[in-house]
């Protein structure tokens, strides 16, 4: 069968949502979510279709800086898995983002998915780093003692915090990438200032984290600086933080160092690694 491969358009999103809702054993957001990524400018939507037009591969590509691209969301209709289709969207994907002036493309990749694992590398991704991805309920009576706890602080932080981070454990295993969910670049001091802007920077005696808070019930910490044996009195922090603002859940995405995923699982929870591969472009 001859295959094509094209921007997504309105209509391929019934075709699509059918085999785009149970992917996984918690279910699928690719369908859900196909309508409004072909509707924004800010991302790139291809699709692979068959001959007789039907779209049955999609994968989305956006660029996070100027020189980062980031890849995602590819799914193939199980009817037609291995005939090459994933490889066919990732090229286009690729070149894509070398086309708006990408020097890297990035994708991540749950470590348990060996398939997905090997396919990227023979495709010339490099495993970058690992994180730690893991979800802790607050339990609003469990509070941090009140010298311990997380306050917003400004501009003037931003420096002595950046120059730590840049030295720690964090930033040398993260290889000095930022989550943003599920999409990761490039850390800046320009995001620890816009942090301290939005009253998103905080401080404790354990040290400094940038939240955002998706949800009202809801916060994620996206870049700390920290160290292994003060981590576990800012994890505390952060609980206290969660209880403090009513919330129900912190989500905590942060570079895998060894004592960082210790320090989480002795919390209380089970924790998962996802790996960050990236492919420099010439």
């Known amino acids: 069968m001859a295959f094509g491969i094209r921007e997504a358009r309105a209509d ?3 075709q699509i949502a059918p085999w785009t809702t149970d992917t996984f054993s918690w279910g699928d957001y690719v369908g859900s979510s196909l309508s409004d990524w072909i509707g924004d400018s800010r991302l790139h ?66 470590a348990d998915n060996s398939a997905a694992h090997n396919q990227v590398l023979k495709l010339g991704y490099r495993a970058t780093s690992t994180w730690v991805t893991y979800e802790h309920p607050v339990d609003p009576r469990a509070r941090a003692k009140r010298d311990e706890r997380l306050q917003t602080v400004g501009r003037a932080d931003v420096d002595p915090a950046w120059m730590f981070w840049s030295t720690s454990d964090m930033a ?15 850390a800046t001091v320009d ?19 940038v939240i955002e ?22 994890i505390d922090a952060l609980l206290d933080l969660g209880a403090d603002r009513s919330a129900e859940t912190i989500v905590f995405r ?10 989480l699982t002795r ?16």
């Open 254 to 263: 942060v570079p895998q160092t060894g004592w960082s995923g210790e320090a």
């Open 191 to 209: 995001d620890l200032t816009k942090a301290a802007s939005e009253q998103r920077f905080l401080e404790s005696p354990a040290g400094w984290v």
């Open 45 to 110: 939507v291809m699709v692979v279709e068959d001959g007789h037009a039907v779209a049955v591969a999609v994968a989305r590509a956006q660029m996070l800086s100027p020189t980062e691209g980031w890849l995602d969301a590819a799914r193939v209709n199980p009817s037609v898995r291995r005939q090459g289709l994933g490889t066919m969207l990732n090229d286009a994907c690729v070149e894509w983002v070398r086309e708006q002036g990408g020097r890297v493309a990035r994708l991540a990749i749950e």
């Open 267 to 282: 919390a209380g929870g089970v924790v998962r690694e996802t790996h960050v591969y990236e492919k420099p472009l010439s």
């Open 172 to 186: 040398e295993t993260s290889r000095g990438l930022m989550s943003f969910g599920w999409l990761w670049r490039r």
């Open 12 to 14: 391929d999103v019934d």
């Open 213 to 234: 808070t998706p949800n009202p019930d809801e916060i994620d910490v996206v870049w700390l600086a920290t160290s292994a044996n003060e981590f576990p009195r800012l």
